[in-house]
């Protein structure tokens, strides 16, 4: 007896690997297509859109490794997208709009690394003498928020922000006092 293996499994696909994909998105991609040709006069203006994804994600995720997902998820985005076919406008926006985003968030960690001040790890109570940078009124809270910058003390970032209610104010507080 002569056993020689199906013949299918070894040879290539006959068929379209998109053939399985579901049909309505080939109905929509026309139509997208379409309704981005005649807003083509205001698809520029998702450029900031795409940058300020970037930054607002930047503050809505909780640390570095979720920064860094999200880099990767919005370049994977732009290169998902550099499989459709090369004159969509969808590509061209998918594209753009992935790397932008990427760079909005990439911009807004660079430069927390470059300005920012290291947060403490826990709330402090310590007494400190320094010198007012700012003094802002917040009345939907209740309190005055003073900036300040501690004077010759090292294990103090270089800016702390103080919350005094209104009541317990001292009078002549303000900058550089």
Excluded: H, Y
């Excluded at 005649?38 to 300020?52: D, H, K």
């Excluded at 090369?86 to 753009?96: A, D, F, G, P, T």
């Excluded at 992935?98 to 310590?126: D, E, M, N, S």
């Excluded at 700012?134 to 970032?157: E, H, N, T």
Aim: charged content about 15%.
């Amino acid at each position: 007896m002569n056993a020689t293996p199906p013949s299918m499994a070894f040879e290539p696909r006959q068929t379209c690997a998109g053939e399985s994909a579901n049909p309505v998105v080939f109905r929509a991609f026309p139509a997208v297509e379409a309704w981005l040709e005649s807003q083509r006069e205001q698809v520029g203006l998702w450029a900031p859109v795409a940058l300020g994804a970037g930054i607002a994600a930047w503050f809505a995720l909780p640390d570095r490794a979720a920064w860094l997902g999200f880099c990767c998820l919005a370049l994977g985005l732009a290169c998902a997208a550099c499989l459709m076919p090369r004159e969509s406008r969808l590509r061209q926006m998918l594209v753009i709009g992935g790397l932008l985003a990427c760079l909005g968030c990439l911009l807004i960690w660079g430069k927390a690394l470059l300005l920012g001040q290291p947060p403490l790890t826990r709330p402090v109570f310590t007494e400190m003498a320094g010198e007012v940078r700012s003094v802002a009124a917040m009345p939907a809270q209740g309190v005055v928020r003073a900036m300040v910058r501690p004077l010759d003390r090292g294990d103090l970032p270089q800016a702390i922000r103080v919350n005094i209610r209104e009541g317990d104010v001292p009078t002549g507080l303000g900058r550089g006092r």
